[in-house]
């Protein structure tokens, strides 16, 4: 069984910077792996997604201000989000797909283990 925890949630002020982690129970160098959001009263959206190969993928309205990536040997994802803005507020939450994938995938559906999210608030 895959356990997720995240960290490196926070509040700040639009056009700050937050890097949120994901600690990995297991080693994760084949795992695709993704984040996702859900803000009040929206659906849970893909954000960002690596795949086993280590290609990536991003949500438009994220692409060039956020980066997704694996450290293997720390059994962490990372994703560093930068100029953030109050669309971007919300739970994030860290997703494992346990077998191979050489598609990074922002679907929901995709991933069997998730983490409990952490929050980030971003204020105007």
């Known amino acids: 069984q895959v356990q997720l925890v995240e960290s490196g949630g926070g509040s700040v002020q639009a056009g700050g910077s937050l890097r949120l982690s994901c600690a990995a129970s297991v080693g994760i160098s084949l795992h695709s792996m993704a984040w996702f959001r859900q803000a009040p009263g929206k659906v849970r959206e893909g954000v960002a997604a690596?795949?086993?190969?280590?290609?990536?993928t991003y949500v438009e309205s994220v692409v060039g201000r956020f980066a997704v990536s694996k450290d293997n040997a720390k059994k962490i994802l990372y994703l560093e989000m930068n100029n953030l803005n109050p669309r971007d507020t919300g739970m994030y939450y860290c997703a494992a797909h346990e077998y191979v994938r050489y598609t990074p995938d922002l679907l929901s559906s995709a991933y069997e283990h998730w983490g409990r999210g952490t929050q980030v608030t971003v204020s105007s």
């Open positions: 690596i795949d086993s190969g280590g290609r990536t």
